[in-house]
């Protein structure tokens, strides 16, 4: 299978501030993607890369193997960008926004578009701007559908919608993607959402890469364990083992990729006095919060 | 294609461009009937002579009217665009960049042309009406600079709404009042007559900067 993205070893820095180095990942054809990362790890700095509204310091981004920077129409009609926000044309209706997009995509579908219309409960020559942000984010979602693309990029899906809005955005992305085969790079700041959706995740930090590796793989590997302890004043820091420690006073949780054994010796041979160990199972959010801290 | 994004455009513009042709019809209007009461009040040859002597522009009105033609339809078909970068859905669509901006531009730049040409031709009626046919001559190498002008403002004001870096659009902003300015300068009749070169050369210019500045935005901030 191909890979539709390629980005290899991306760095780019805003003034002075570096905002990532060396990024390297690949997107397979036909695969759910996602970017995850806190706010301010370069989310949307990755995908304007990605769309060519910015030019990297250095690195190589190819999209269908073009250079992000410089796609060729026939590439561009093949990805379907949803930007941060559902950010559309507000002062159109809905008729409208879908007449002028129409005429630029030759495997339009407008069916897709209306189907999806029919949910929301609105006219087709209301504004967009008279909308709710949950019913705007269906028209975004609904003009990139009948765009019919190959690659859908989408950044921060989740931003304003509530529980339901969240929920129909994504069961139509399953099935959409999983019927067709299409593949998906998304973002967003609700990691439970994408648990069971993503095939592939990356995982940024300030500045690096924390992880890349299927979703599965990750849930499986990474885990977390709680344990009690004498001393609460006892010394422990992140290392290869360790990826990541909380302290509530006696109560420690540690996450890590090592098995319970493993852990045990580990405290052992430092000398920490420990009782209680315990793995404790973990959601997507938790085992990211698990990975990134959370401040 | 072109028929969509002129579609799009107008719809950003509309109300705002009804509003600037009423406008340009009022300024047209008053010119028309002081025009007509000065020569009710005073003979035909008073009035030419102090039109000549002081160098009075009975239609000065129309220069004030063609400025804010030009930041007008600017500024309402740019705003939206800069609001959320909202220029990314433009530049994502299956077009060469050049050509969506391009046909962005032209868009704007023909209904301010279609204003112009209206208040030429309302204009030629009225000087034809009342003044001698040297007044008619003077008239459109007095007003063309105007349009122009009007022209150039509004290359101007989308150069500045798509420039992403503020401090570049500060230093557009500054350059671009300076070049505008150019053409609203002095009173008299036929002002720019021996330079309508230059002024044709700097609303070229400006036309093309409007390219850097999309370049700009894709480019995004550093």
Redesign the interface.
Known sequence: MSNVVEIKDLTHYYGERLIFENLSFNIREGSIFGLLGKNGTGKTTTINILNGFLKPKSGKCLMFGEDSYSLSPATKARVGFLIEGHVQYSFMNIKQIEKYYAAFYPKWKKEAYYELMAKLAVTEHQKLSKMSCGQRSQVALGLILAQDPDLLILDDFSMGLDAGYRRLFIDYLTEYAKAEGKTIFITSHIIQDLENFLDDCIILDYRSVLLTMPVKEFLATFKQFKFDVTDPSVPMQKDHVVKNIEKVKNKISVYTFNGEEEIRQYLTTRGILFNGLHQVPMSLEDAFIGLTGKY | ?V??MV??EW??VRWIFIGLAVLHGAALLITYYDLLNTFKIYKANEVVIQFITFEVVFYSKVKYVSLLTGLGIGIFQFF?ELN???L??T??????ENRLIFQMAATGAVLIIVLSVFDTLILSLITLRFLPREFFDAMVTTTLPWYLGSLCSYFWVMIVFVEPNWVKRILMSTVGLGIVSLFFEGGGYAMYALSMGHIVLLTLFSSVIIFLSAFN??????
């Open positions: 294609m028929t969509a579609m799009k719809l950003k939206p959320q970068s909202r990314k859905l530049l994502h669509l299956p077009v060469k935005f894709k480019r995004g901030i550093w």
